[in-house]
């Protein structure tokens, strides 16, 4: 429901043996605001639209001050006990804010300031495979090293639940280190907002991910 200031549709009742309608004795909203509704200025129209609450502003009153023992000087230099309010924003609020409006049917898309990693260095069968793991784990070193914040997935799981749970999260980046890639002398890369993967060698995956 959207609450204003402007004047309610109003009903009136009579009271009992009057003759005449006279003055309503009875005021109630019988609608609510609709978009394009006059505002109520007057100097234009209504439009509705939704909110995230992530703050709130709390009127204390003269409660801490009081039990502070807390006074400044007023206007006339004597001695008065102010009046306190505070605004908080909540941090969990400010998370479930930014999820509700960057996700997918996959997971989270976070914005890059908020993800918990920028990449996920995403290993196929690093027990099975010393070349695939050894290349893991430099190329996490080398992203470290250029200020790029990652993670290194070496769990060993099948690369269908690897990726979903990195979908899950929200990743911005995803880079994908396998015996076929690196045959290839390419790494598999992919946007956490991209249709698609591509595949990128060491340079190229770097600049991407560096904005060189």
């Known amino acids: 429901m959207v609450h204003t200031t402007a004047e309610p549709t109003r009903i009136a009742t009579r009271g009992e043996g009057d003759a005449n309608l ?3 004795n009875l005021v109630a909203d019988i609608r609510n605001v609709v978009a394009g509704d006059p505002s109520p200025d007057g100097t234009g129209t209504l439009a509705l639209a939704r909110g995230i609450e992530v ?6 009153g003269d409660r801490y001050s009081k039990a502070m023992d807390c006074t400044v000087l007023d206007a006339n230099g004597k001695a008065a006990t102010p009046l306190m309010g505070c605004y908080g924003i909540g941090v969990s609020r400010i998370v479930a804010a930014a999820i509700e409006q960057n996700h997918d049917a996959n997971g989270i898309l976070w914005p890059a300031a908020m993800a918990p990693w920028q990449v996920a260095v995403c290993v196929i069968n690093p027990k099975g495979d010393a070349a695939v793991a050894g290349a893991a784990e430099t190329l996490y070193r080398e992203l470290e090293a250029a200020g790029i914040d990652a993670v290194l997935d070496d769990r060993g ?4 639940a ?11 980046h995803r880079v994908v280190v396998s015996g076929r890639g690196l045959e290839a002398g390419a790494f598999e890369y992919r946007a956490r907002n991209a249709a698609d993967s591509e595949n990128l060698d060491r340079a190229a ?3 991407r991910l560096t904005g060189g």
């Open 205 to 207: 995956l770097l600049a």
């Open 55 to 60: 703050g709130h502003v709390f009127a204390l």
């Open 162 to 172: 690897m990726f979903a749970d990195i979908e899950l999260i929200g990743i911005p």
């Open 22 to 24: 006279g003055e309503p």
């Open 157 to 160: 799981l099948r690369p269908g």
